[in-house]
């Protein structure tokens, strides 16, 4: 079992910054690839980003390419989603997602994913 839990959300305004953290426990953590999701009300769960097992390979859904960066820290068991120049369509709880393995990092499916944190709330305001 992999334990994860999310935190750093919050309620930011329109361009400003954010940055999330996963925490991980349970299982050797540089064993996963890690990704980020998020859900926004009435919307299925919707891929954000992921990460591989080392850190060398990340993947981005179009619509955050460029203002989001993914990282990890295998140290620490932590995997990160700093997100700049938010926008109002960025409000979602935002989860994020383990699975095993040493490939690389375009795993965008929430069935390729078997372990979730709990979620943490992003608000962005106008």
């Known amino acids: 079992q992999v334990q994860l839990v999310e935190s750093g959300g919050g309620l930011v305004q329109a361009g400003g910054s954010l940055r999330l953290s996963c925490a991980a426990s349970g299982r050797t953590f540089s064993n996963y690839v890690m990704g980020w999701f998020r859900q926004a009300p009435g919307k299925e769960r919707e891929f954000v980003a992921s990460i591989s097992w080392s850190g060398s390979s990340t993947y981005y859904a179009d619509s955050v390419k460029g203002r989001f960066t993914i990282s990890r820290d295998n140290a620490k068991n932590t995997v990160y989603l700093q997100m700049n120049s938010l926008k109002t369509e960025d409000t979602a709880v935002y989860y994020c997602?383990?699975?095993w393995g040493f490939g690389g990092s375009a795993y965008a499916s929430v069935s390729e994913y078997r372990y979730w944190g709990q979620g943490s709330q992003v608000t962005v305001s106008s």
């Open positions: 997602a383990a699975r």
